[in-house]
């Protein structure tokens, strides 16, 4: 029996793996020590239980476990990462290369960047959603001291080019940070292979809980620090005070450790069930995939039905299953996705997504009435659709002149 | 964000979708809004000459649930009425028939345009000149 609603947006959060959160459970009553406890077996257990997930979650990115500094989330992370490197390099430059198509935890912390009186440079991606290499190379200059490019985006899925990036900046003496938060636990990431110098992650975008992070800042070729961004206790070698969120931390552990043993099998799985959902409604007339298909997550589908407008595509299943949409109808700007408009999708095409992510819990039953319900609604929707209408007649939409407002 | 039970109805089964004949006189068609802004409607009327009464009234919309429900309410309205009657539905009336939160208004506001667009577009077809509406300001 298919157990409704089905829940297809692992991009947004994951639901916790239910070993992860059995680990965990004694560290909220039993184990409860304050990991800075330094004189009594609370504290050790504690800050014993801390070094194990540290070495588990080291291990998925193949980092030193010395080099893993505990956050509350992603954010948190992106924004260590940027402003602490913007302040620990002051006396190098102050200059951060960017992309339109990161995630708000990086732009907006740029935008504080610039308020402060740095400069900030954003590459326009090219139509699949990657980044030009020659243009991040031309971009560099003797001020530069970060390159923040994501490891893969969290609308579209697409992988960006990170070794290249990397040996880009490496090459011009630039540091490169990269918003993990999509790509860790479910492709392979090395920090020594692909050459990156910190990188922000989050548990609960691989079942773990929410709440915690990490970010890996390199501490051999070059060392790398950051200037705290909390002050405090001086946790975390310096660069994050706070009482360490133990059960957090050690389901995080639990996460990562599951993700490296079965990350293989999962991306496999589901791909084979992201194509087949994306070959199914590519069926649909008219709807087109955003993004590189080649390089790109293997569980994410951005699709667009031309047309037919979005949130008006979500409510006719919404009740069933859990998607999002490139649309905005309900901001207050009615602005579309910006990743989107970055590919450069007209502002139409933008509004007529939606973002599929598959996860460890998604079954073939569940993408099959997938296709079939998003099927039903796009055509009928197009049934009344007056762009639709005009569209089949023939009538080319650009001619029109539409009361924009 | 939940929707009301009416707007779900009018979404689930929406009455008038279809089209009438744009180029007959005793139709006035009005198109608005923009593919960009994510939402476009047609509302179009069929008025009895003689009464000035609006037998029929048909919709297409492409946009979110809320803007279907508002277009697909709108006809309901506007059958019956006479083209006079027709002027005087308020934005606002629908808003609170269909419960709109803030965020939607603007679709209601969008249905009421594309009342007014075909009353004038039924106007000039029949040699009477366009009527000027009060801007509503809300997009």
């Not at chain 1, 020659?134 to 960006?160: C, D, R």
């Not at chain 2, 006479?82 to 269909?98: G, H, K």
Request: glycine fraction near 8%; charged fraction near 25%; include cysteine.
């Amino acid at each position: 029996m298919l157990k409704l609603p089905i829940y297809l947006d692992n991009n947004a959060t994951t639901p916790m793996d239910p070993r992860v959160l059995e680990t965990m459970i004694p560290y909220f009553t039993e184990h409860f020590g304050n990991a800075a406890s330094r004189n009594h077996p609370f504290g050790w257990e504690a800050e014993e239980a801390i070094d194990y997930a540290r070495e588990q979650v080291a291990s998925l990115i193949g980092a030193d476990p010395k080099e893993i500094i505990f956050t509350s989330g992603a954010t948190e992370g992106d924004n260590l990462a940027i402003k602490g490197v913007y302040e620990m390099y002051a006396s190098k430059g102050n200059h951060i290369i960017t992309a339109t198509t990161e995630h708000k935890a990086v732009l907006d912390t740029c935008k504080h960047i610039e308020k402060l009186g740095g400069e900030v440079t954003y590459l326009e991606v090219k139509e699949d959603g990657l980044i030009d290499l020659a243009e991040l190379e031309a971009a560099i200059k003797p001020t530069t001291i970060l390159v923040s490019i994501m490891y893969a985006n969290n609308e579209i899925g697409v992988v960006q080019p990170v070794k290249e990036i990397a040996a880009i900046a490496k090459k011009h003496g630039v540091l490169f940070f990269t918003d993990g938060v999509q790509a860790v636990g479910k492709i392979p990431v090395d920090v020594i292979k692909d050459g990156i110098d910190l990188m922000a992650f989050t548990a609960h975008k691989m079942y773990g809980p929410k709440g915690i992070g990490a970010l890996y800042v390199r501490r051999k070729n070059p060392r790398v620090k950051v200037t705290a961004q909390m002050d405090g206790g001086g946790h975390e070698r310096g660069m994050r005070s706070g009482t360490l969120n133990v059960p957090g931390i050690v389901g995080f552990g639990k996460a990562c450790e599951i993700a490296k043993k079965e990350m293989a099998e999962d991306a496999a799985r589901l791909s084979k069930l992201r194509d087949k959902l994306e070959n199914a409604l590519l069926q649909i007339e008219e709807s087109y995939v955003n993004g590189n298909r080649e390089h790109r997550l293997p569980h994410v589908a951005n699709i667009s039905f031309k047309h037919v407008e979005g949130e008006g595509l979500l409510m006719g299943f919404n009740k069933n299953i859990a998607l999002s949409s490139g649309s905005a109808c309900t901001s207050a700007s009615l602005e579309p996705s910006y990743v989107l408009k970055a590919l450069g999708l007209g502002d139409d095409l933008a509004h007529s997504s939606l973002r599929f992510g598959l996860g460890r819990f998604t079954t073939e039953e569940q993408i099959d009435y997938t296709i079939e319900q998003i099927t039903n609604t796009v055509l009928k929707l197009r049934d009344m659709s007056p762009l639709w209408e005009m569209y089949k007649e023939g009538i080319d939409l650009n001619s029109i002149e539409w009361a924009h407002h | 964000m939940a929707y009301s039970e009416k707007v779900i109805d009018h979404y689930s089964n929406p009455k008038n979708v279809g089209t009438l004949d744009k180029g007959s006189k005793s139709v006035g068609t009005g198109l608005v809004g923009a593919p960009e802004c994510g939402d476009v409607m047609r509302l179009q009327i069929q008025v009895d000459d003689t009464t000035g009464v609006i037998t029929d009234a048909k919709f297409k919309t492409f946009g979110c649930g809320s803007a279907i429900a508002s277009s697909s309410l709108a006809t309901e309205w506007l059958k019956g009425k006479t083209v006079d009657q027709a002027m005087a539905i308020d934005n606002m009336d629908l808003v609170e028939e269909l419960n709109l939160p803030p965020v939607k208004i603007h679709c209601s506001v969008l249905a009421e345009d594309a009342i007014k667009a075909a009353i004038n577009d039924y106007r000039v077809k029949n040699g009477l000149e366009e009527l000027v509406f009060e801007e509503k300001g809300v997009h």
